[in-house]
DNA sequence: GTACATTTCAAACAAGCGTTTGAAATGGAG
DNA sequence: CTCCATTTCAAACGCTTGTTTGAAATGTAC
């Protein structure tokens, strides 16, 4: 069997089991269970379990990463602000994109990013901040463009608040796939998941930051 | 040294470990050392970790659970329809005064719900409905009141990508703040997250629902 | 076909985990 | 002080984890 056979074969053994059980509760002996192959083929290939985490990452991160960084470019390029519905619909094709590298790419590679974020705190956060770091500046660029009325700490934090959306949705996208289908018969793929998210998280960054909170105070007391 | 004393800084030691690590990424090793007490005397005080688990949680939501079930029955009692941001402003004093049970008891408990949705998927979901189903129940039945063009699938949407929002922002709290605090000058303590929370979910979850996705069909063309 | 480098394989390693055990210590009640 | 139940303690158990090892198998070039 050929370096590139093994290889793949362990990456697509690996990516399904973490995105459905998470990294830290995915041994190397089910990975190679399931891509049957030896046990020790992964240290061999990869050189340890966390280089495997990251390559398996990087296999989707290296196709949407350099897309999303033209279509941002394109976007600051233009003369007048970009509103911030368009800039968050800037994500929707590249990745849905990632059905064509590999059949349920979307919906592997979103809950891998959950994982990613959720299970072992702060690694991807910084893999990914340093090696995309201009992408995701582009990005901040045009929220901050799109909604003038916000300072540099709010939408800080509304973009964490946004990802905290994204990743919690997806990692547990499964469990709200079959709640919904059960409750509500509706259908669930992902990117109809996506195209309910895309109003929430524009309504929500650029909420007006006074009027809800003078209405809490008042309820408060 | 008396049952409770042990129980108690068992729980204490516990509660720490697992706010800032994570349930699977904290040993019992490391609870009872910080606790200053025997290996075993997790197993047999509480039976078994994931018993111990549940009664950390335990702690925080007999005292926030009643609190919030009383109030939302008054605003369910009342004659019109509450707003929005007024039924979300109800988890702000119940959720400060855990700051009374004791020193940082709100961003310990938010941490924890954070970590046990994300680190052990389900188990805590299925916990908490099944001992404080009506107190979500009545929530849930608010905010339907107080967004009527929506229908009952998108609310369930909506929450749970609000919920991905809370639990996110609070298990990777610390992260956060101290991002804040080096690239913004900003004071970040929990209450303060809590006021920047309640008007981007208020908009996010009142968000319309047709709008932002024709412009983002329009984008992606 | 021999020689060499690459890849596979079964086996073992050291470390960590939650849990159990049985004896020692401790605490009140009679 | 004695008795008995409760609580502590050191030690070990059985299991899983990621990683390493050295020999066997495979592939490749001469």
Same mark, same amino acid.
């Given at each position: @069997? #050929?370096? $590139?056979?093994?290889?793949?074969?362990?990456?697509?053994? /690996?990516? =399904?089991?973490?995105?459905?059980?998470?990294?830290?509760?995915?041994?190397?002996?089910?990975?190679?269970?399931?891509?049957?192959?030896?046990?020790?083929?992964?240290?061999?290939?990869?050189?340890?379990?966390?280089?495997?985490?990251?390559?398996?990452?990087?296999? !989707?991160?290296?196709?949407?990463?350099?897309?999303?960084? +033209?279509?941002?470019?394109?976007?600051?390029?233009?003369?007048?602000?970009?509103? *911030?519905? $368009?800039?968050?619909?800037?994500?929707?094709?590249?990745? +849905?994109?990632?059905?064509?590298?590999?059949?349920?790419?979307?919906?592997?590679?979103?809950?891998?990013?959950?994982?990613?974020?959720?299970?072992?705190?702060?690694?991807?956060?910084?893999?990914? =901040?340093?090696? !995309?770091?201009?992408?995701?500046?582009?990005?901040?660029?045009?929220?901050?463009?799109?909604?003038?009325?916000?300072?540099?700490? $709010?939408?800080?934090?509304?973009?964490?608040? #946004?990802?905290?959306?994204?990743?919690?949705? @997806?990692? =547990?996208?499964?469990?709200?796939?079959? &709640?919904?289908?059960?409750?509500?018969?509706?259908?669930?793929? &992902?990117?109809?998941? &996506?195209?309910? *998210?895309?109003?929430?998280?524009?309504?929500? &960054?650029?909420?007006?930051?006074?009027?809800?909170?003078?209405? @809490? /105070?008042?309820?408060?007391?």
């Amino acid at each position: @069997m #050929s370096r $590139e056979q093994t290889q793949q074969k362990i990456l697509d053994a /690996a990516e =399904s089991l973490f995105a459905e059980s998470g990294f830290n509760d995915t041994s190397l002996r089910q990975i190679t269970s399931n891509a049957e192959v030896n046990l020790a083929a992964v240290n061999y290939h990869f050189g340890s379990k966390k280089a495997l985490i990251q390559a398996v990452l990087q296999r !989707y991160l290296q196709v949407v990463m350099p897309r999303l960084e +033209l279509q941002f470019e394109l976007l600051l390029a233009r003369q007048k602000a970009t509103r *911030l519905p $368009e800039v968050l619909a800037v994500f929707v094709q590249p990745l +849905l994109d990632l059905e064509q590298v590999k059949p349920k790419g979307t919906t592997l590679f979103l809950q891998l990013l959950g994982r990613g974020y959720t299970d072992v705190q702060g690694h991807l956060r910084k893999f990914i =901040s340093h090696h !995309y770091g201009s992408v995701l500046n582009k990005f901040v660029l045009l929220v901050q463009q799109s909604c003038p009325a916000l300072d540099a700490a $709010e939408i800080f934090w509304r973009l964490h608040f #946004s990802l905290g959306t994204v990743v919690f949705t @997806m990692a =547990s996208s499964e469990a709200l796939f079959d &709640i919904a289908a059960a409750d509500y018969q509706q259908e669930s793929d &992902i990117e109809s998941v &996506i195209r309910r *998210l895309l109003p929430y998280l524009a309504a929500g &960054i650029a909420a007006p930051v006074n009027h809800p909170f003078d209405s @809490m /105070a008042q309820a408060t007391l």
